[in-house]
């Protein structure tokens, strides 16, 4: 295919496309040409634009300069609603779906036909969806794949997917890779931002790479592009430093008499069943699970946002009982949520919300010492190394700046315990790699993380220990060496680990499915 | 990020960006654009006396601007201001024919706490909408005023002096007529614009109104900071009704009732958005000068009632809607 469509007028073809947020050039120089017929790569680190130059494709913001070019003819495209009359359609990073409304009326909404919807939905992997379940009830993962099989439905030329695989369990993430090749084969575009490189080997054609707002380069994607690929993305800082292995003192440590967590029969509504593990000071525990295992219930208990219904927490020895999420902080034990809009105010200062929790107690109401305040947010900006340029307003971060802010607070308030949930999704491999280091660095000073994450690679790299939850229980608990991609996917998938039998899941796409799929 | 780094950009652009960075800028030539019409229509009216009065009539407007300043930056609304202002200032004019002074101020102040405190339990622990909830504890103030006043009609009703002295008197200082309600409203400023920047509590109202779920997370309890806001914000509207009362000297049952919507719109010209989590009180207090500056202008233009009010209501749609475009332009 890559060959013929050298011949082929582009679908899409935007050029010079720039745009400023105030002082902030978000973008200011970048090109992206799509061809029929091909799934094109959009990549790039944190902040290099990829969102806002599909923002700008897809109509939702206008661009301060550029010429975009739809089928060869120049489209200015003032809205989302013109950008799908010109064929282009995004499924962006967070769930499009009105939270209210039940999906049918959602679909209304949009004039997409119910009956395409409903068979791109069983196309990918969800069987017994219920078109009159409000979204708000619906799963993160489900939703987003909604949204795909949304956008499919009005058969669009261009398909803009971003991150579309970032907070999928890998049963589904399969299923969505399937059906965005295929849609390439048909003759349609895709364009696919992501950071998963063995997705973008198995599924695109050519990828655009962005940086610091240009296009710095076109590529075919053939194999072991990927190295030129990381070159272009972080120009001439080559990055590739791996989280150095945990050395013997530091495990050492780790072996304190009593755990700093002690979660006994945990159960949360249907959700969660008899839950029991230690968290122990200096040890970063990895949770693995398929999405909507019972893991957000098990997080948002430890941190105090819901009440169990039964089972028993305890914290240094003592029974902790959580009726607020100010018990768990007071208890040392602070949460970092999976989705960033849920903990960042996103209109104030990176320095506010970074000083936030400072200020929840009543008995901090008043003046606040503004140098101690700034002394500590610096010295938790240092750390993470958040890129300050933009800090008046959390929400003109890019998205893995955002991310640090909201694990910057806990460093700031220097909590014992950090529940980080899924703090890696969609940013980019050097922030990742920023927060691999950080974990570990906590874990060396004695801290306990609990560590849940939806990309199984990232186990070893951070984990001391791993928690194997399926069907709202816990079926294993093993240690880091032993945790393997393949040993960790078939965990993931409820089958005992030392049994022979080949799961396959990444191997071979088109091989049966396990039959025990959420 | 410094300005140099960018190529030079055409004059209008940079005017424009020079106003979204200090939105008072644009406030403040409006009110100077609205006083020179002033002037040029009435030559002569703008005088000291002129900006004395100007600034006694502005001032109980600014506080219970200040009052929905704080309760939109949660995302609330405090429609109770009025009633409360009103019961004070009407328990105070009749208590004090009998009283002593300080047992009828406090007579005065406690219809404003129980309200702000019924409003804050109401909206922070119940969850009631704050537009409900404060529209309807300010009509049952309404009707508790009612049934008091059958109560006090024998005894009549007296300013006392000291409010009138500070409502309406001036202090004539290096040659200026200083009205002495500023005496209360410059302190009562500078500790709101202080509690709103550089304190604990003025952080979470922010914080509260960008995202509420954000400052569960982060261990602060709502209904605290609510409860505490509307108990804030009603004792600042009693007060308020205190001076009001000096500026009038005539108790009604519907006394400070015309200034509530005034005082929304003062804060929503001043910048803060209805929406919660963004807005300030300098803003408010630029706005309430505004407000009360347009309407000595609409007065002096002689126009039937009807008309002012429309051609009112038409140029606070536009000012606000042509300083949110200014402001949001980044």
Redesign the interface.
């Known amino acids: 295919m890559t060959t013929s469509a050298q011949q082929q007028s582009p679908l899409l073809d935007a050029t010079g496309v720039a745009k400023n947020?105030?002082?902030?050039a978000a973008l200011r120089n970048a090109s992206l040409s799509v061809l029929p017929g091909e799934v094109h790569a959009l990549m790039g680190a944190n902040g290099a634009g990829k969102s806002t130059l599909v923002k700008i494709l897809t109509g939702a913001i206008q661009a301060n300069a550029g010429r975009i070019l739809i089928r060869g003819e120049a489209r200015d495209i003032r809205s989302p609603a013109a950008g799908r009359r010109a064929g282009l359609l995004p499924v962006y990073q967070e769930p499009s779906l009105i939270p209210d409304l039940d999906v049918l009326s959602n679909l209304r909404l949009t004039g997409t036909p119910v009956e395409p919807f409903r068979a791109w939905v069983r196309e990918l992997g969800i069987a017994d969806l219920d078109l009159r379940d409000t979204a708000r009830d619906i799963p993160l993962a489900v939703l987003r794949v909604l949204d795909l099989a949304r956008a499919l439905a009005v058969e669009p030329d261009v398909l803009l997917l971003d991150e579309m695989t970032a907070a999928l369990p890998a049963n589904l993430a399969e299923k969505v890779l399937e059906v965005v090749r295929r849609q390439g084969d048909a003759g349609r575009a895709v364009i696919f931002i992501s950071h998963r490189f063995v997705e973008i080997s198995a599924l695109c054609d050519r990828a655009t790479v962005l940086r610091d707002g240009e296009t710095v380069g076109v590529v075919d994607i053939v194999p072991g592009v990927e190295e030129k690929i990381v070159e272009l993305m972080l120009g001439t800082r080559i990055v590739k430093t791996h989280v150095a292995a945990r050395s013997a003192a530091e495990k050492a440590v780790s072996a304190p008499a009593r755990p700093r967590i002690a979660v006994k029969d945990l159960r949360v509504g249907t959700k969660l069943n008899d839950v029991s593990f230690d968290l122990r000071d200096g040890e970063v525990a990895g949770v693995v699970a398929l999405e909507g295992q019972g893991q957000d219930e098990l997080f948002a208990a430890l941190?105090g946002?819901i009440r169990p219904s039964g089972g028993t927490i305890e914290v240094d020895g003592n029974q902790a009982k959580f009726a607020?999420?100010?018990d768990a902080?007071?208890a040392g034990i602070a949460?970092v949520?999976g989705d960033r809009?849920?903990?960042?105010?996103?209109?104030?200062s990176v320095r506010?919300n970074i000083?936030?929790?400072?200020?929840?107690?009543?008995r901090?109401?008043?003046?606040?010492n503004?140098r101690k305040e700034r002394d500590t947010v610096l010295g938790a900006i240092k750390r993470l190394q958040i890129d300050t340029?933009a800090q008046g307003e959390v929400q003109r971060l890019s998205g893995g700046n955002q991310q640090k802010v909201t694990i910057a607070?806990w460093i700031a308030a220097d909590a014992r315990t950090i529940l980080c949930f899924d703090p890696t999704r969609g940013i980019d491999v050097g922030t990742k790699q920023e927060i691999y280091k950080l974990l570990r660095e906590l874990a060396g000073h004695g801290k306990s993380v609990l560590f849940y994450t939806s990309e199984l690679e990232e186990v070893q790299r951070v984990c001391d220990r791993v928690i194997v939850i399926f069907g709202g229980r816990l079926v294993d608990i093993f240690p880091v060496e032993e945790a393997d991609e393949p040993a960790l996917m078939r965990a993931a998938y409820g089958l005992p680990r030392g049994a022979k039998a080949d799961v396959g899941i990444l191997a071979a796409p088109n091989a049966s499915e396990p039959g025990a799929t959420p | 990020m410094s300005t140099s780094a960018i190529t030079p950009v055409p004059f209008g652009r940079r005017i424009k960006r020079f106003m979204a960075d200090r939105p008072l800028v644009p406030l403040i030539i409006l009110l100077v654009i609205l006083v020179v019409i002033l002037q040029i229509l009435r030559p002569g009216i703008v005088n000291e006396r002129w900006i004395a009065n100007t600034i006694k009539f502005a001032i109980p407007l600014a506080i219970l601007a200040g009052c929905q300043t704080m309760t939109m930056l949660t995302g609330g609304i405090d429609l109770s201001v009025g009633t409360v202002a009103t019961m004070s200032a009407f328990i105070m004019a009749t208590q004090i024919v009998n009283q002593d002074p300080a047992i009828a101020f406090l007579l005065a102040m406690m219809p404003a706490v129980l309200i702000g405190l019924v409003n804050g339990i109401g909206v922070g622990v119940f969850r009631v909408h704050p537009l409900i909830m404060t529209l309807g504890t300010s009509l049952i103030g309404t009707g508790c005023l009612q049934v008091y006043q059958r109560t006090v009609i024998a005894s009549g009703a007296k300013i006392p002096d000291f409010l009138a002295w500070l409502g309406t008197g001036v202090t004539p200082i290096v040659g200026f007529a200083f009205p002495n309600a500023l005496l209360l409203f410059v302190p009562l400023a500078a500790l709101i614009v202080f509690t709103l920047a550089r304190t604990g509590f003025g952080r979470l109202l922010y914080a509260v109104g960008d995202n509420e779920r954000a400052t569960r997370l982060s261990g602060v309890q709502y209904w605290q900071v609510i409860t505490a806001l509307y108990v804030t914000s009603s004792v600042l509207a009693g007060i308020t009704g205190l001076l009001y009362i000096g500026l009038i000297k005539a108790p009604s049952l519907s006394l400070a009732e015309p200034l509530v919507l005034p005082s929304v719109a003062a804060a929503v010209i001043g910048g803060t958005s209805i929406f919660g989590g963004r807005g300030g009180y300098t803003g408010t207090i630029i706005g309430a000068l505004i407000l009360t500056v347009l309407t000595t202008l609409l007065t002096i233009l002689q126009m039937p009632e009807g008309a002012r009010r429309i051609l009112f209501g038409l140029i606070v749609l536009f000012v606000t809607a042509a300083y949110l475009r200014i402001v949001e332009e980044r």
């Not at chain 1, 947020?21 to 902030?24: I, K, N």
């Not at chain 1, 809009?341 to 104030?348: C, D, F, G, N, P």
């Open positions: 947020y105030g002082a902030v941190a946002s607020h999420p100010i902080i007071r949460y949520p809009s849920e903990a960042l105010a996103m209109q104030r506010e000083a936030l929790p400072f200020s929840a107690a009543l901090n109401w008043g003046p606040i503004m340029r607070r």
